[in-house]
């Protein structure tokens, strides 16, 4: 079957400008995690959903980071006025149980460059 | 602070011998722990896992790992490297008290598989 997918694959935007990056999980997977992974580095938490009910925005870096996930399967990451520090890959990944010792299944990612 | 270390950012070996790859965790709660092997452009895939019961954990790939709770360590190996081994390799924990339902990941470890 169809693995998690991420589009789009690569984004370029300026800095300042908005972006939408979205993710479809495996049909029927209740969680849905999003990562970001600096150059060079491990990826890092940024919030997990339990169907649509977002439980844990912890790892957000800042205000500028929004993510819905309305109907419980597609979420989408909103960045507001992107920095360059923004640049990163975005990972999304989900797992059919709620969040514990299931493996998640990660998409390629997103690659946001930030100019 | 839960945090991941693994020693060495890269890891040279010659085809057709031992890979050992290091992972330590901080925490005096046992967590569960993950490697992921990552390829240029894809997502994460799940090697191996270990949340309880037998502390010698088989993976995929000819991939296994030991839990030693004493060192706090999770190293990863494979008797025989192959060059389809070339690759980064990440160590991830999530602890099973509470807290961020997201995995804590390491840096990374790239193999190189010398001819």
């Known amino acids: 079957g169809a693995g998690v997918s991420q589009s789009p694959r690569y984004k370029v935007a300026k800095r300042g400008q908005d972006v939408a990056l979205r993710c479809d999980p495996i049909?029927?997977?209740?969680?849905l995690f999003w990562y970001q992974q600096a150059l060079g580095q491990g990826p890092e938490f940024l919030t997990y959903?339990?169907?649509?009910?977002?439980?844990?925005k912890s790892g957000l870096p800042s205000d500028r980071f929004f993510a819905e996930r309305p109907e419980g399967s597609v979420s989408t990451l909103k960045i507001q006025r992107t920095q360059q520090e923004d640049s990163a890959v975005y990972l999304c990944?989900?797992?059919?149980?709620?969040?514990?010792?299931?493996?998640?299944?990660f998409g390629p990612g997103t690659r946001l460059t930030v100019l | 602070a839960q945090s991941v270390t693994q020693l060495g950012s890269h890891v040279s070996v010659s085809e057709g011998a031992l890979v050992l790859l290091r992972c330590n965790y901080s925490?005096?709660?046992?967590?569960?722990l993950f490697w992921y092997v990552q390829y240029p452009n894809q997502g994460l895939q799940l090697l191996l896992k270990?949340?309880?019961?037998?502390?010698l954990v088989k993976g995929i790939n000819g991939f296994e790992a030991e839990f030693k709770k004493s060192e706090t360590s999770f190293h990863l190996t494979k008797p025989s490297a192959h060059m389809s081994d070339a690759a980064e390799y990440f160590c991830?924990?999530?602890?099973?008290?509470?807290?961020?339902?997201?995995?804590?990941f390491g840096k990374g470890t790239h193999l190189i598989i010398q001819p």
């Open positions: 990944a989900s797992s059919p149980v709620k969040a514990g010792t299931d493996t998640q299944y």
């Open positions: 049909s029927g997977h209740v969680s």
């Open positions: 959903f339990q169907n649509e009910a977002q439980l844990d």
């Open positions: 925490s005096s709660v046992p967590p569960y």
């Open positions: 270990y949340t309880t019961g037998a502390t």
């Open positions: 991830a924990v999530r602890y099973s008290g509470g807290g961020a339902d997201g995995l804590t």
